[in-house]
Structure formats: C-alpha cells, structure tokens
C-alpha cells in the first residue's frame, strides 16, 4: 500500500508541480520542444480516462450492443416486415403508422401522440387519399 501512497502523495504532485504549465495563452506559443515532450503523459493519461469513461457510459460506443431498434413488438417473429395492398382495396383515405407503436399496425391508431410525448420524437403517419 505504500507504493500508491507514495504515489499520489508525492511522485504525482512533484510531476504536476514541474509542468511547464504557461501562465498566459501567449506562453504555449514559446514553449520548448523539451516542454511539450514533457506534456505528453499527462495529455496521454487525460485521453486514455476520457476515451474509458466514454466507452463505459455511451452506449452506442460499445461494439457488442446493437443500435437501439425502431420497432419495439410487431412482428418480431419474422425477418422483415412488409405489408402489400392493394390499391383497390384501400379506399379514398388511409394512414399509415410510421412510429411502429400501433396496436393495428400497420394503420396508424394515435399510438404516435404519447410516444411522442414521452420520446420528444415528432414521428406521424403517412396518408394517402385519393383525388376526386
Ligand atoms: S400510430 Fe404510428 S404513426 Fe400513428
């Protein structure tokens, strides 16, 4: 225990302590190469903690989970769904859900309205109607 100790009580501060840290903006322009050489651990050690907490806490960061899907429970028992009608037999007027959160997909039933509100999405269906 008294490596770490000594670590973070000593050999860390003394390292920070002798940092060519300017006291201007200017003072980064009129550092050395020997300076900047010196800086390099500690950029290192800042981008190393910032990339692991960035792949710890953004889910979409790490490689074994999927994006997030687009639709939640219809038919998810088949590869892909497809709905075909035909144009007969549509009628003058219909809307089609867009949000997937219908329970008479694939028509739209409202279901749009509190997910929107709850998702701050601004998802609608798509209606067709027919020209007189
Ligand atoms: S219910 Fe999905 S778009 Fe209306």
Redesign the pocket.
């Known amino acids: 225990m008294e490596p770490l100790s000594n670590t973070i009580r000593v050999t860390v501060p003394n390292y920070l302590s002798n940092l060519p840290i300017p006291d201007s903006v200017g003072g980064w322009f009129r550092l050395g190469v020997r300076d900047w050489a010196s800086l390099i651990p500690l950029a290192a050690a800042v981008g190393g903690v910032t990339y692991l907490t960035y792949k710890a806490f953004c889910p979409r960061a790490r490689p074994d989970q999927k994006k997030a899907a687009v639709n939640p429970n219809i038919k998810k028992n088949v590869e892909k769904v497809v709905d075909m009608f035909d144009l007969e037999d549509i009628g003058d007027k219909v809307?089609?859900?867009?949000?997937?959160?219908?329970k008479?997909?694939p028509?739209?039933?409202?279901?749009?309205?509190p997910?929107n509100r709850e998702s701050g999405d601004n998802?609608?269906?798509v209606c067709l109607s027919r020209k007189k």
Do not use: K, L, M
């Open positions: 809307a089609f859900c867009r949000c997937w959160r219908s008479n997909f028509y739209c039933d409202g279901s749009h309205t997910y998802v609608g269906p």
